[in-house]
């Protein structure tokens, strides 16, 4: 499946996903801890400078992740012209671009397997609660599995739908969907029963 | 053991999926991703616990790195944006929806709507109001205002959640975890 690792390998892909994690924890903490206007346009051309610095291709694919962000700009600076604090209004924005876009590279530069073994440490102190890591990674795997699967076949179930009948199928793919979701769920229980469980 | 675990992990795909395929517009020329109607669904159908469960292994992806997020979002950098708190709202919200669920003994379609408001809306909104406030520095009655861009969509998907619940509970009475 289509992860939002960059293709591009850039010097950051190197180092290790917990240093990046641990690093973006800290730089997003100090982020939210700034107030004036200049000490956040540093901290956002800082942010640009990492982009930058990894080539056009790289920093174009950022660029493209931040898209999400543009209707919260449009009503912060409307909001913050018309409540004439424009300064005000330049710093929620300047430092939610920074903030998605540190978090963003560190996405863009470390891949889904690492990203996993990551979680697969931070989550072992919750076997003591009865998560086990296995049944936590043999989870992870399914989802990852099923989607396409799923994906398909909600495509097939429309596809049938439009056969039918003229009107657009809408919600009521969902029921089938869900019904072969619970199908799937007790097939894959049985055939990890017969090969000798989840443990 | 195992039936737990697979369902936990087909109904984190099934949002995934519900969030991934384009413009299934719901109501007419309306084009609001079935994303949280998956939450929703986890609740009524799975349960509290398991329901829960199902939307932090959806999330745990998505933070890994993987675009299922309603329009192709993903990463860590929507945790840092100003819809985190419905993210964080999320499990709670399926975890509220399938508690009412589990315990009214009203039909299953009723049950479920009731439920999908309590969960899927009050406490979901609450998360994402406190989620917009911190985030774009407003006061909680401000970001309330900005919530209420969302309201109709959901009111929608709360309607089509006791629907659907009804007609699995329907076809396949056994299918119904939160009830079992």
Redesign the interface.
């Known amino acids: 499946m289509l992860t939002l690792t960059s293709p591009v390998e850039i010097w950051a892909h190197r180092l290790p996903a917990a240093a990046k994690l641990g690093a973006l924890s800290v730089c997003t903490v100090l982020l939210f801890s700034l107030t004036t206007p200049a000490t956040i346009l540093a901290a956002l051309a800082l942010v640009v400078a990492l982009y930058a610095s990894s080539g056009a291709a790289f920093a174009t694919h950022g660029a493209r992740m931040l898209r999400p962000l543009w209707p919260f700009v449009l009503i912060v600076g409307i909001w913050h012209l018309w409540t004439s604090d424009p300064a005000g209004g330049a710093v929620i924005i300047l430092r939610l671009t920074a903030a998605v876009g540190a978090a963003n590279f560190v996405t863009m530069t470390t891949r889904l397997s690492d990203m996993i073994a990551v979680i697969e440490t931070l989550t072992r102190p919750l076997a003591a609660f009865g998560l086990k890591p296995r049944r936590f990674a043999l989870a992870l795997a399914l989802v990852i599995r099923f989607i396409p699967v799923m994906a398909d076949r909600m495509g097939q179930i429309s596809e049938a739908w439009s056969a039918r009948s003229p009107r657009r199928p809408r919600w009521r793919v969902i029921v089938p969907v869900t019904l072969a979701a619970l199908d799937d769920a007790d097939n894959a229980a049985e055939a990890l029963r017969a090969r000798g469980g989840a443990d | 053991?195992?039936?737990n675990?697979?369902?936990?992990?087909?109904?984190?795909?099934?949002i995934?999926?519900?969030g991934?395929?384009p413009k299934?517009?719901?109501?007419?020329g309306v084009p609001i991703t079935?994303q949280s109607?998956g939450i929703m669904?986890c609740g009524t159908?799975l349960g509290a616990r398991r329901g829960a469960l199902a939307v932090i292994?959806?999330l745990?992806?998505v933070?890994?790195?993987?675009?299922?997020l309603s329009?192709g979002?993903?990463?860590?950098?929507?945790?840092?944006?100003?819809s985190v708190g419905f993210l964080i709202g999320f499990p709670v919200a399926a975890f509220v929806t399938g508690w009412v669920m589990e315990r009214t003994t009203l039909a299953p379609g009723v049950a479920a709507t009731a439920a999908a408001v309590i969960g899927g809306i009050g406490v979901l909104y609450v998360f994402g109001i406190i989620g917009m406030s911190v985030?774009?520095?407003?006061t909680l009655t401000?970001a309330s205002y900005?919530a209420m861009a969302f309201l109709p969509g959901d009111a929608v998907k709360v309607v089509?959640a006791g629907m659907?619940t009804q007609?699995?509970a329907r076809?396949?009475p056994a299918?119904l975890l939160s009830r079992a």
Do not use: N, Q, W, Y
């Open positions: 053991m195992e039936r675990l697979t369902h936990i992990a087909l109904f984190a795909a099934l995934a999926v519900l991934l395929v299934i517009d719901l109501a007419a079935a109607l669904l159908v292994l959806f745990v992806l933070a890994a790195g993987l675009p299922l329009g979002r993903g990463g860590l950098g929507v945790f840092a944006s100003p985030m774009l520095d407003k401000e900005l089509l659907i007609s699995l076809m396949r299918s």
